[in-house]
């Protein structure tokens, strides 16, 4: 018999299990054998051969016992089942997508990741004027999706040969060291290809007006787009399109083979910070230093007219001095003979001390103008920049309203009799070289003369003085003199090459006052 909790198989006479040590019900009546029904004598039964070894359990196999009834799963048991089986439907599904969708996706390439800038000066460029173009880098890309040593070395070789470092001989050399070289010149050929197929737009964000130019006829609008007049804050918002053209495409395909890759060839827009993409740039970005100089000249009142209109007038620029920023704009040669060096602008820096740089303001002829007239002028000679510093200039052409000298007056020569005496002597070495000091020059006399038939327009004023060290008089022309912002300025001075022992001796000696010619002028002495 066999155990009821168990179904251990149980001896005769055997009052526990010997397996689980349940209590054997001795009262439990013997089951009765099973009788087999009588098998009716087979006809033409197959006999296996004598040498065939008929299969014979094993002797110590103990033989298989009726299992005892299950007991019914619990509720939760139930629930376990259910959502361990919707889990393993869900993780089937997931395994499907990610082997066959998302694997696929994550693992084409984005042309868009690869964008870079190159500057149009690759030394220093400024901030507003900053022009340039954006790129689909092939070898920034080739470098990432299938660079091992030998690819990374190529590309650097061609990175030297755009900087102008390095020759095809030398890149052909480095190709040549590599036993996988026409591979790896293939894929490389082949990643360049299809970015050079790519329709690439540049703009400003938020610009009124364009800056970039990515029309269709322009080589750059396939594989990269130019910009200019950008900051480096402003935003660039690049656009990339794939072929649609069918034939194209199946080109794509088979360059896509040759590398080993698969692009993502749906369009991209991706806007990025133009200051974010010149971070590892080695191009200094500078701020401009705009100077209005046209403002400059017209507040301050620069421009000013020498001379009469009988003695060749010019226009020229005053003395001044002037601070923007770090710079310094002064006209320290106003004083100068030359008018050139009176218009030139010395420029330094307070930054950089070593910094000296110049300019000149050029004006047209005043020589045949006319009261209220407009003169042009010109600064830099045009040129936006001035050379060497980070100055730009707002404007580099104007106009002025022409205002002449007119010739001095009687009044304004009786007014200004000191000042006249005071230019006079600081300049009487250079008039009279037979003068060592100022000390030998004493003004004996000021006479201002005019022509009776203003044959001579500009009055000439003469001035007679003793030369302390000869004791003699002498006479000086001054000519074309004029009153200028209260100053007195004159065009000549001219000094007699006689000498006399008296001043009247002295003054008979000149046209205006001889007994040949003075009924021809008019002499007031006004010292």
């Not at 054997?24 to 197959?46: G, I, M, S």
Request: proline share 5%.
């Amino acid at each position: 018999m066999f155990c009821e909790n168990c179904g251990n198989k149980i001896e005769d006479g055997v009052k526990f299990c010997e397996k689980c040590g349940t209590p054997v019900n001795a009262a439990q009546p013997e089951q009765p054998p099973v009788q087999q029904p009588p098998v009716p004598p087979a006809q033409d039964q197959y006999t296996p051969p004598q040498d065939q070894a008929q299969y014979m359990p094993p002797q110590d196999q103990t033989e298989y016992a009726p299992k005892p009834p299950r007991k019914p799963l619990s509720p939760k048991v139930k629930k376990i089942i259910l959502f361990s089986g919707i889990g393993a439907v869900v993780l089937t599904v997931g395994l499907i997508l990610l082997f066959t969708v998302i694997i696929p996706s994550t693992n084409k390439v984005d042309a868009s990741k690869y964008i870079s800038v190159s500057l149009d000066n690759s030394k220093k460029v400024y901030d507003g004027d900053i022009s340039g173009r954006v790129y689909i880098s092939d070898d920034n890309l080739f470098i990432d999706r299938l660079g091992d040593e030998s690819v990374k070395k190529l590309a650097e070789s061609e990175k030297k040969i755009s900087d102008g470092s390095y020759s095809y001989e030398d890149l052909y050399n480095d190709i040549s060291q590599y036993s996988n070289s026409s591979e790896v010149y293939a894929k490389k050929s082949a990643v360049s290809d299809i970015v050079s197929s790519l329709e690439v737009d540049c703009k400003v964000k938020d610009q009124e007006e364009s800056t970039t130019n990515s029309s269709g006829s322009s080589s750059d609008s396939y594989g990269s787009a130019r910009f200019k007049n950008a900051k480096k804050s402003d935003t660039l918002v690049v656009t990339i399109k794939w072929p649609t053209d069918e034939f194209k495409l199946k080109k794509l395909d088979q360059l896509e083979a040759v590398a080993g890759l698969n692009f993502d060839k749906n369009d991209k827009t991706v806007e990025f910070k133009l200051e974010d993409k010149l971070t590892d740039s080695k191009v200094e970005i500078k701020d401009k230093v705009i100077i209005d100089f046209v403002k400059v000249i017209n507040d301050k009142k620069l421009i000013t007219i020498t001379g009469t209109p009988e003695d060749y007038p010019k226009a020229e620029l005053v003395e001044f001095e002037y601070t923007e920023g770090d710079y310094k704009f002064t006209n320290d040669g106003a004083d100068d003979s030359s008018s050139l060096d009176r218009n030139r602008i010395k420029v330094t820096s307070t930054k950089y001390s070593d910094l000296t740089a110049s300019y000149y303001v050029s004006f047209d002829s005043v020589r045949q103008a006319s009261e209220g007239d407009e003169i042009n002028y010109e600064i830099n000679s045009g040129r936006e920049q001035l050379e060497d510093t980070d100055v730009f200039f707002k404007e580099t052409k104007s106009k002025f309203e022409y205002s002449p000298n007119h010739p001095l007056t009687l009044d304004e020569a009786k007014s200004n009799v000191t000042k006249i005496t005071a230019v006079i002597t600081e300049n009487i070495k250079s008039i009279d070289s037979s003068i060592k000091n100022s000390k030998d020059f004493s003004v004996a006399e000021i006479d201002y003369v005019t022509s009776k038939d203003n044959s001579d327009k500009d009055p000439v004023v003469y001035l007679y003085y003793k030369n302390a060290s000869t004791g003699k008089f002498k006479e000086i022309q001054i000519t074309h003199s004029y009153i200028r912002r209260e100053d007195f300025f004159y065009g000549d001075a001219n000094d007699s090459w006689s000498s006399y022992d008296s001043l009247q001796k002295c003054k008979e000696s000149s046209s205006p006052f001889s007994k040949y010619s003075a009924d021809n002028y008019s002499a007031t002495k006004i010292q």
